[in-house]
């Protein structure tokens, strides 16, 4: 995390949203994370579909768990609740804070090591319950923070930057979210802000399960063995009494493209990304259908973006479990424990 903070003066002719605040009133602190990263594209998005959905960032509780997308709840809605959570345990940790107070949004944000590994059991469980939030998995394929070993959704066959290939075949994060219930379903790229913001307002105003797996260029792992300017090579010959690492600056990758036309999108280290947008007329209500589309296009090497599947009448874990219209954290002990009676007729009701 950064404790940089962010100059509070704004422009008095900057506009105003419904709720009274300026696009920067839902900025965070300034991002740590390499330039040209990805991640911080994902974190202006989801700044400009909060205010585009006028809502008070204070209403908003943002949950992660570890890695370099998970630090970037950080550098945005600073004024939201916020916490960070151990590895992989970010899906526990929001749906013990959801059954309390249902009255807040709820918004994770995850990477492809933290959801697809250590995290896929906790995954798994918060899209079957139909727990009422947004999963963000900001997915560049690395971890990143531990200096770039495949994740479990690195291609079969990608190099790493040692030219190492990948010999596993990778979790889709995108299949199970359809084969587990998830009840808003898309995929998109970090540098697509033209459909990227809208899939997250998508995803913010849905009610139940709503997962986003977007694609997010690592720029730090493309120095390859051999170079002499590589980090590895540097620290081989250097007898340094601290680390310090220079990041090469990059220009952050965009892609903007019609739908149903299919782009390759270059990335800093030469490698192609080959992204299909779905058709206008794609029909997104059909979960069958859209496991069955993901894998086909898969199968061609193309990776399909947009809004894959969506249930417009899903139920939240609350409405399963039939718990009060109230919030539980603001029930008072008189509610909580309502007396022998209560009970008595409980345990007469389950014989």
């Known amino acids: 995390m950064t404790y940089i903070t962010k100059p509070r ?5 900057l506009a105003r949203n419904r709720v009274g605040h300026t696009r920067r009133d839902y900025e965070g602190k300034i991002s740590t994370l390499c330039a040209g990263c990805g ?9 400009q579909a909060c205010w585009e959905l006028d809502i008070e960032p204070h209403r908003v509780a943002k949950l992660s768990g570890i890695g370099c997308s998970s630090k970037t709840p950080d550098y945005f809605l600073g004024a ?36 697809a590994s250590i995290g896929l ?25 531990t200096k770039g070993q495949f994740s479990a959704t690195a291609d079969k066959g990608s190099k790493s930057k040692k030219g190492v290939k990948n010999p596993d075949t990778p979790v889709d994060m995108v ?10 379903v898309a995929r998109s790229f970090s540098g697509d802000k033209a459909q990227l913001v809208p899939l997250i307002k998508g995803a913010i105003t849905h009610r139940g399960a709503a997962f986003l797996d977007i694609i997010s260029p690592c720029v730090t792992f493309n120095n390859h063995a051999g170079s002499t300017r590589s980090y590895d090579f540097v620290r081989e010959h250097n007898d340094a009494v601290s680390r310090i690492d220079f990041i090469t600056p990059r220009n952050e990758i ?9 782009i390759d999108v270059g990335q800093h280290d030469g490698s192609v990304l080959r992204l299909r947008k779905l058709h206008a007329d794609y029909d997104p209500c059909d979960r069958v259908a859209a496991m069955s ?44 424990c309502p007396g022998i009676d209560v009970l008595d007729k409980i345990n007469a009701s389950l014989r």
């Open 9 to 13: 003066l704004h422009h008095p002719t």
């Open 39 to 47: 991640h911080d594209s994902i974190s202006a998005a989801i700044i």
């Open 80 to 115: 939201s609740h916020g916490f960070n959570t151990v590895h992989g345990r970010m899906p526990s940790v929001l749906t013990g804070a959801y059954l309390a107070n249902h009255s807040l949004l709820y918004l994770g944000v995850s990477g492809d090591g933290d959801s």
């Open 121 to 145: 059991g906790q995954f798994a469980h918060l899209m079957r319950r139909g727990v009422d939030m947004t999963y963000i998995v900001e997915n560049n394929g690395v971890y990143g923070l």
């Open 175 to 184: 299949s199970l979210a359809l084969q587990l219930g998830a009840t808003y």
């Open 254 to 262: 965009t892609a903007s493209f019609a739908p149903g036309e299919t």
């Open 293 to 336: 589309q993901v894998q086909a296009l898969q199968s061609r090497g193309e990776i399909v973006t947009g809004l894959l599947y969506v249930a417009a009448d899903a139920p939240a874990l609350h409405d399963a479990l039939n718990t009060s219209q109230a919030p539980l954290n603001t029930l008072d002990e008189r509610a909580l």
